[in-house]
């Protein structure tokens, strides 16, 4: 069991643990100890969102980095998947985002990335735990093999251009007006940019950080705003980002909201036609709906179900070799461009089948009927009740109850103490009777710690 990180790097609120700077520095110097492979001059790049808290965490991991003899490169805000394409373009041994994604302004964490892009492996990660928690004095640099940190200052120009190399060259954004939601978060500045330099007409909302209004009632988690912006300014698109820029959610011009289901739908039919979707396969969560699967198979692609977690839809696309995954709250995994999510890279991909359909997104980003779906959350305290026998019998019970008529999942928050259930089914009665029964007898429990 890992002491610090969770399903996506080490998460927490900014100055309590683990969030703190001693934790910090003790993860920068064990990363640099881990990652420090033979003779070469080692180096990390290290980039952040918009939190106020940044600006003391990236401090802390500088410090322990420099002092395990890795030389840093500070980029400053940029999205998530900027982070990992430049890790690999400047052939560093290691990245570093400084992110509490989607989350309130008041938390914060750290993802790694490899050398390759990827997030790191649970092996890698517990290495490095075992490092943080031993005496790391005798791996520490000598005075004269400390590292150096500078500042690319060319970094967001970079990413723009790597982002925009997503697009179809043929192809330009003239004459289309779309509303951005950077969610006050780290592509407050490149996703504009990208937009306008290909043409179109850009209404920026959720562009104004000032450290503390990260995700407030903006960007993919409150898509209100978006939807508003989108029929205020008779938009033909709107563009929701989180935090950290590697989920999206679109809008089309009426207003109405497009779910990660969606996009991978059309992001797969499209590649589909263009003999480019690898392996007649998608990867998503078991959050996605049936509905998504049905269409797929309605093309000859397969739906293949992980835990949810990009991380893990990274993992078995890797497996598969597929090159287009995806979860229903936005992540969007096209491994052909990039090597975790990417927001801008996916939201380039539905503006192209726009542009070639000569069709409204209504028309277009619809292409199957969801099921029946609802999602709740339960909060415990103590040891999580999944395991308890109540709760396994009247799963068995729910189970029996949907047949194959629909899907349970129960499964617990990586991030807070609830249990997450969700049901499906092609029958809405169905679903809200199966959901009223897991969530009363949830809701019952009370186990000790």
């Known amino acids: 069991m890992k002491r610090f990180f969770g399903t996506d790097g080490i998460r927490g609120t900014a100055n309590t643990a683990p969030m703190t700077v001693e934790i910090a520095q003790k993860l920068g110097q064990a990363a640099g100890v881990h990652f420090r492979r033979g003779e070469h001059r080692h180096s990390v790049l290290l980039g952040k969102d918009t939190r106020l808290s940044g600006y003391m965490i990236e401090s802390a991991l500088v410090a322990g980095f420099l002092s395990a003899g890795m030389d840093v490169t500070l980029v400053g805000p940029l999205p998530t998947p900027a982070i990992a394409m430049l890790t690999r373009s400047l052939r560093a041994d290691l990245g570093v985002m400084i992110s509490a994604s989607h989350n309130p302004f008041g938390d914060n964490g750290i993802k790694l990335f490899g ?3 990827f997030k790191l492996s649970d092996q890698d990660e517990s290495e490095i735990e075992a490092l943080m928690e031993s005496d790391l004095r005798q791996h520490l640099a000598a005075p004269d093999q400390i590292g150096r940190a500078s500042r690319l200052n060319d970094a967001a120009g970079r990413y723009v251009e790597n982002a925009k190399s997503s697009f179809p060259r043929k192809l330009r954004l003239d004459g289309m007006k779309i509303v951005i939601d950077c969610a006050n978060g780290s ?9 306008w330099e290909l043409g179109a007409e850009v209404v920026r909302i959720g562009c104004d950080p000032n450290g503390v209004n990260i995700n407030d009632r903006c960007g993919s988690t409150h898509p209100e705003a978006l939807c508003s912006a989108v029929i205020r ?5 709107g563009i929701a980002l989180d935090g950290d820029a590697d989920r999206v959610l679109i809008a ?14 059309l992001i797969a039919q499209s590649w589909t036609r263009e003999s480019r979707l690898v392996g007649k396969s998608v990867v ?5 709906n049936m509905g998504l699967e049905r269409f797929l198979n309605s093309l000859g692609v397969g739906l293949e179900r992980t835990a949810v977690g990009d991380r893990y839809v990274v993992e078995r696309m890797r497996e598969r070799g597929a090159n287009v995954g995806g979860e229903q709250s936005g992540h969007m995994v096209l491994t052909d461009f990039a090597t975790t999510g990417d927001g801008l890279v996916a939201a380039l991909q539905v503006l192209a089948v726009l542009v070639e359909a000569g069709r409204p997104a209504s028309e277009v980003c619809r292409l199957f009927t969801p099921f029946p779906q609802t999602l709740r959350n339960v909060r415990y305290h103590g040891v999580c009740p999944l395991d308890a026998e109540p709760v396994r019998h009247r ?5 029996r109850l949907l047949g194959t008529r629909g899907r349970l999942v129960l499964r617990r928050s990586g991030t807070e103490p609830l249990v997450r259930v969700m049901v499906e089914a092609e029958d809405a009665a169905l679903v809200e009777d199966a959901v009223r029964q897991m969530c009363d007898v949830l809701e019952q429990i009370t186990l000790p710690a």
């Open 395 to 399: 799963q068995a019970e729910v189970e």
């Open 284 to 288: 998503a969560t078991v959050m996605s």
């Open 115 to 117: 050398p390759d892009g």
């Open 252 to 265: 089309d011009e009426t207003g109405c909201l497009v779910d990660g289901d969606q996009i991978l739908a």
């Open 187 to 195: 592509a407050y500045r490149v996703a504009p940019t990208a937009l």
């Open 233 to 237: 300014h008779k938009a033909d698109l």
